[in-house]
């Protein structure tokens, strides 16, 4: 199955400034996902980060306020933007492969103080 | 948004002992899927079956699906101190999303 190489780790950031995720892949996969995990919950899908196009945005995120490039099979970033406090989360991404199913990042936690 | 809920929020067994967690859907699946996530780090992939098939089994992992009920069970035998975790239930929609449950957080004593 895929490796995947999400960074930073961790980060404490503060107020009003922007955070970019990294998820690098070790193989060239079509489908890369974007989850956000708030402290003592379950995953919530943000976005499903499209190859050369604009990602797909679930209700409740916006593009202003997690960008999310994708320039190639293999790469991806989210950016959270103008943080505050309540955006203090686990964000992981995931990719999909037919034969192996869904592979997880190891997470960036997020401190926003 | 989150697919579907999970029961128990929590749960705490002593070691040997079965634990049995159930997750509860909405929409249309392909699949049901379940994971595992120790402390807050990366989801670890158990188990996966498919909306034609009942029941599944992994080593000591079983698990249940009943379409017409949209519900799903996960049964852990035998548990162990390792199996302190977080475990979560995720559907996979007809255009490939993983959506996933509340979670139960097991607690394994020796």
């Known amino acids: ?113 | 948004s989150q697919q579907g809920e999970e029961d128990p929020q929590a749960l705490s067994i002593q070691e040997g002992e079965n634990a049995t967690m159930n997750c509860s859907y909405k929409t249309s699946i392909n699949n049901l899927q379940w994971y595992r996530q120790n402390s807050g780090r990366g989801l670890v992939h158990l188990i996966l079956i498919r909306s034609n098939e009942r029941e599944k089994h992994s080593g000591r992992l079983r698990v249940t699906l009943d379409t017409s009920k949209k519900s799903s069970s996960l049964l852990i035998t035998a548990s162990r101190a390792a199996d302190t975790a977080s475990y979560f239930c995720a559907t996979v929609d007809s255009w490939g999303k993983l959506q996933f449950g509340a979670g139960t957080q097991v607690v394994v004593t020796p």
């Open chain 1, 1 to 113: 199955s895929a490796v995947i190489s999400q960074k930073p780790s961790r980060d404490i950031c503060q107020r009003g400034t922007s955070l970019t995720i990294q998820c690098q892949v070790d193989s060239q996969v079509t489908m890369m996902f974007w989850y956000r995990q708030q402290p003592g919950q379950s995953l919530t899908l943000i976005a499903t980060a499209n190859q050369g196009s604009e990602a797909t945005y679930e209700s409740g995120f916006v593009i202003d306020k997690f960008p999310i490039s994708r320039p190639n099979l293999t790469f991806s970033t989210l950016t959270v933007s103008n943080m505050s406090p309540e955006d203090s989360s686990i964000y992981l991404c995931s990719v999909v492969q037919t034969n192996y199913g869904y592979t997880f990042g190891s997470g960036t936690r997020l401190t926003v103080v």
